[in-house]
């Protein structure tokens, strides 16, 4: 009886397009764009099936612990994989295949992207399932959507002769076209291009062999020489780096003989934009979408979405609005694909805000910003129950801590101290310090920091054997 399916999910992308909610600290795939589940979640709920063995994550390590804690929400299990620097698709595609078949040579692999809709699970499956004959005859299959308009946004594939099961030849693969090409492949019953793909994991090595010999040779390395890393496998950076950057279409699918399509209707969507997040979204009698505390007067066919602030809005039209707590994005709803723009804008100018949030996610917990100015910053600090910062001391800034809800272990120096609700902690410059939540309860602290420099960058991790000596 052959072996189930092997999901390979990609998830270490940065989806500038919906920024501000969507930025390389939380990037799209993460966030709760539709509903109380992530696009990440709902990804793994749609292959928790019979036809499939469990999944291997690929990120890195940014994202290792959204990804983790996202998976424990869902009482969800996977293999989780470790990019150590972003070399496109094609690379992180064949490291999934590699990792796949060392542990069965003779698997089949189902790449998904995390960051997509699918409102018609089954559809999908069912797709998957018509795919799988070609794809164990050695077919390198990609799943194309019927197209329900001339799309400008997506990649097309021109399906040709049938093959195996339901997959026809792929007879060419177009990049996103103009107005009049789109149309021009809408009438002749060309597919939308969705970026997920179904073959053998030896196959996919194999043809990516044939085309770029050196970048197989340097992903191998990167799973020969790479470690475990508290249950992920973190493939090595020095051989990683030697992988040629390539999404896996310019590497493999339009070169190799053997790429095939299933055709789907599935409720497939990549949000690739704000405007496409309207379109999925449920709308008011005017045609708006919202999210959060909104209050919308004579407004049409907007988007309005607040984590934070309470948004008003009056007398406009055709707009997307979203309101964060360090960010807002006012643009036409018709120009949503540019907001790429904007945010290639603010990296050139050097705003934190084009990467990272106001919230900061990290394996112990997390921290929001919640005021600063010049030589003072204040956080918000919460630390899972068990969770422990490293023993560390700072340079340039001493820091006053406030317990909010909890009980607070803190090391200072060779001092042991623990600290309940309304107590105050002070953590002089360039002393050694640790907080811990030994409880079973979320530890919640608010922290003000003085000093000459206030980055992140400014910690010195001590060594505790040697700190004790």
């Keep these: 009886m052959p072996s189930k399916i092997r999901p390979i999910i990609m998830c270490g992308g940065a989806g500038t397009r919906l920024w501000p909610t969507s930025r390389n600290s939380l990037p799209k795939q993460f966030a709760m764009l539709l509903g109380e589940r992530s696009t990440f979640q709902d990804t793994v709920l749609r292959l928790r099936h019979k036809l499939f063995d469990r999944p291997i994550i690929l990120t890195n390590h940014t994202h290792r612990v959204l990804a983790e804690k996202q998976l424990a929400e869902i009482n969800a299990t996977a293999d989780i994989v470790l990019e150590p620097e972003r070399r496109d698709s094609g690379p992180a595609i064949l490291a999934g295949c590699m990792v796949a078949a060392s542990q ?5 692999v189902l790449v998904v992207a995390s960051d997509h809709v699918v409102t018609d699970p ?19 299959v990609t799943f194309g959507i019927t197209a329900r308009h001339a799309c ?20 060419r693969f177009a990049e996103k076209p103009d107005g009049h090409r789109a149309a021009e492949y809408l009438l002749k019953g060309w597919l939308w291009n969705s970026g997920n793909f179904l073959f053998g994991a030896k196959t996919l090595i194999e043809e990516y062999r044939s085309f770029e010999p050196a970048t197989v040779k340097a992903v191998e390395a990167a799973l020969a020489n790479g470690r475990d890393e508290d249950g992920a496998f973190a493939l090595a950076l020095a051989d990683f780096v030697k992988a040629e950057k390539r999404s896996i ?13 299933v055709a789907t209707s599935c409720g497939w969507s990549d949000v690739g934009n704000w405007d496409a997040l309207w379109a999925l979204s449920d709308h008011d009698g005017s045609g708006n979408a919202r999210r959060g505390n909104v209050e919308l007067f004579d407004a049409h066919n907007c988007l309005v979405s607040t984590d934070g602030p309470m948004t ?9 609005i979203v ?6 994005l006012v643009a036409d709803r018709n120009r949503a694909a540019e907001v790429k723009q904007i945010v290639e804008l603010l990296r050139s100018k050097g705003c934190s805000q084009a990467e990272t949030h106001a919230s ?3 394996a112990w917990g997390s921290y929001q910003i ?12 919460v630390v899972a129950p068990r969770g422990r910062l490293s023993l560390q001391k700072h340079r340039f800034r001493s820091e006053h801590w406030v317990v909010v809800r909890g009980t607070a272990t803190v090391t200072i120096d060779e001092t042991i101290g623990r600290f309940g609700r309304s107590e105050h902690i002070f953590i002089p410059l360039g002393a050694a310090h640790q907080l811990e939540n030994s409880g079973i309860e979320p530890l919640e602290l608010i922290s003000v920091q003085n000093g000459s420099y206030l980055g992140e960058d400014d910690v010195i991790r001590v060594d505790a054997a040697q700190h004790w000596g």
């Design 104 to 108: 069965d040579v003779d698997t089949t």
């Design 122 to 140: 089954a559809a999908f499956r069912s797709a998957v399932a018509n795919g799988l004959s070609a794809a164990r005859a050695r077919r390198l």
């Design 152 to 171: 400008t946004e997506y990649g097309w594939i021109e399906p040709g002769v049938v093959l195996e099961g339901e997959a026809r030849r792929v007879e």
């Design 249 to 261: 279409d310019f590497a493999v699918m339009e070169r190799t003989e053997r790429a095939a399509v």
């Design 312 to 320: 008003s809005v009056l007398g406009v039209e055709d707009l997307i």
């Design 323 to 328: 309101a964060s707590r360090d960010a807002v």
């Design 360 to 362: 900061v996610h990290y």
């Design 370 to 381: 919640v005021d600063s100015g010049e030589g003072f910053q204040v956080k918000r600090l």
